[in-house]
């Protein structure tokens, strides 16, 4: 597989639109096409292997699940990750001639990710550091009464940020990467220590996600009953997961309700507040 300027400027153009405030900022931008699970979608769309895109998202969003940015501090950027190792994780195990679904695939293509995950930070902070330029603009359009220009703080400047620091790096990186990657083909043998490493590297970077995840949503011994059930059920009835997913909105509903259901009950109820105010009046008379 071989990628195109054509394809890797069209690559470098949504790698500009996961952050960038015309895509709604976050929600649009960052949390949904950023995500390597549509990410994958993208790129299969793009470099014309749908299935192998796809697979290769689910790989890595494994292993970013949980991931978050608070307060603009990341460990590993999803932009990088979804529009430069995604690709080249795409090239790669085209290259190795890896069934897209099969296992090796995934633990290469987690590893492909997390390499270029490191990289895409320092591309984070280069747009964020260059966006402060743009907030110094605003600054001084407010002290001098022009309101109408801030919108270009917004809408208009970052996209010099975003075209130096997500759109080049990311062309040139999946252009010139897949060139690389193909080369390590034949450096690199199947049965290496290198290509083994990587497999097994890859292997449990999904327990580093699994972790994060469990940080967040686990608060007491009981909250891991579901979570267990979940893997239960997965591997012994081998569902799919869309078939998890609803059984996880079954017991999420359930737990909706038996909450709900506590909260009512420790209510008190019209008739008794009423009653106990005549208590109380009576005992005052």
């Known amino acids: 597989m071989a990628i195109s ?6 690559l470098g153009l949504f790698a500009c639109l996961c952050s960038n405030s015309c895509m709604a900022g976050q929600a649009v931008g960052n949390y949904t096409i950023g995500r390597p699970l549509v990410g994958g979608l993208v790129c299969g769309l793009i470099l014309g292997d749908l299935k192998l895109g796809i697979a290769c998202g689910v790989a890595m969003q494994l292993v970013y699940i949980a991931l978050v940015t608070p307060g603009g501090t990341v460990s590993a950027d999803v932009r990088a990750i979804s529009y430069i190792g995604i690709p080249l994780a795409m090239v790669a195990i ?19 990710g997390t390499l270029v995950g490191t990289i895409g930070t320092v591309l984070f902070y280069a747009v964020a550091t260059l966006n402060l330029v743009w907030q ?13 220009k801030l919108y270009s703080v917004n809408f208009g400047w970052p996209w010099i940020s975003h075209a130096i620091f997500s759109f080049l790096p990311t062309m ?6 897949s060139t690389a990657v193909t080369a390590l083909r034949n450096a690199l043998p199947m049965d290496g220590v290198a290509m083994k490493t990587l497999f097994t590297v890859g292997g449990m970077l999904p327990c580093v996600g699994i972790a994060i ?22 591997a012994s009835l081998h569902l799919n997961l869309v078939s998890v997913t609803v059984i996880s909105l079954l017991f999420a509903v359930i737990f909706y309700e038996v909450e709900m259901a506590k909260g009512s009950s420790n209510t008190p109820t019209a008739g008794a507040v009423s009653a106990g105010n005549d208590d109380d009046e009576e005992e005052d008379i």
């Open 136 to 148: 110094s603009f605003g600054w001084k359009d407010v002290q001098n009464g022009k309101l109408g």
């Open 213 to 234: 995840l469990l940080r967040q949503i686990v608060s007491k011994p009981i909250d891991f009953i579901p979570f267990f059930v979940g893997f239960t059920l997965a």
């Open 172 to 177: 040139f990186l999946t252009y010139y990467g």
């Open 5 to 10: 300027w054509f394809q890797a400027a069209i």
């Open 94 to 112: 085209t290259s190795k001639g890896l069934a897209p679904t099969g296992s090796s695939a995934a633990d290469l293509a987690k590893s492909v």
